[in-house]
């Protein structure tokens, strides 16, 4: 994959949301080590399933410069799929620890890190191009799997479909086109999983879906 205006799913030199600009500026002043720029995607343009996230953490990928590296989000990500045969090993600690997807892709409905995590609407709209570009990519079958609801979302948004047409639901499986489904999953965030809103069962139970959808003929 490459990085940079070359590549439509990904700019490294976006700056086009400018309360994100300057939040990542000042983060940059605080830890001078960190990435703190946009995050690319992981993994092979055109892998059968698309993973997309909300956004990179304060002290994850924002500051590895790699999806759900470093933080505890990751820590059950990177156990499931490896678990399932989409990655070679079972953690992702920081950029250059071998990680290697398989036939998996991660991305961020925005891509560069949002003050307290949130992203606003306009934010959320003006990432969406990147978003469109990862998803045109897709082959058939193909599977998104969406962490969570603004995932969700961001992806009908990129796809111009009808939000209520295709409710939000863990482990709801929508056929949003012929062969390509998107699959919802509740955040593996540290908040869902330490409550028990997200169990590692229930977690893999998104992912067994997904390896069923992609080998249908």
Not at 23 to 51: C, E, M, N, S, W
Not at 57 to 68: K, V
Not at 115 to 143: F, H, W
Not at 192 to 215: C, G, H, W
Request: proline share 6%; glycine share 6%.
């Amino acid at each position: 994959m490459t990085t940079g205006n070359s590549d439509l799913t990904f700019d490294i030199d976006c700056r086009k949301c400018d309360r994100l600009v300057k939040f990542l500026r000042q983060v940059k002043t605080d830890h001078p080590d960190y990435h703190a720029a946009p995050v690319a995607p992981l993994g092979d343009t055109g892998a059968a399933v698309l993973i997309v996230g909300l956004a990179p953490g304060m002290h994850g990928a924002n500051a590895t410069g790699r999806p759900f590296t470093g933080d505890h989000a990751g820590i059950l990500l990177y156990e499931t799929l490896h678990r399932h045969g989409f990655s070679n090993q079972p953690n992702g600690n920081s950029a250059d620890d071998g990680l290697r997807l398989i036939d998996c892709r991660i991305t961020n409905a925005v891509k560069c890190l949002p003050p307290a995590n949130k992203p606003t609407p306009a934010e959320i709209t003006q990432c969406n191009a990147y978003l469109a570009a990862d998803l045109s990519m897709l082959p058939r079958p193909g599977v998104i799997v969406a962490l969570g609801r603004i995932a969700h979302t961001a992806v009908l948004k990129s796809l111009q479909l009808r939000q209520a047409e295709f409710p939000f639901g863990h482990a709801c499986a929508h056929e949003i086109e012929e062969r390509l489904w998107l699959i919802d999953s509740y955040h593996c965030s540290r908040y869902n999983t330490q409550t028990k809103r997200l169990t590692s069962e229930m977690f893999s139970d998104v992912f067994v879906e997904a390896k069923r959808r992609i080998a249908l003929p």
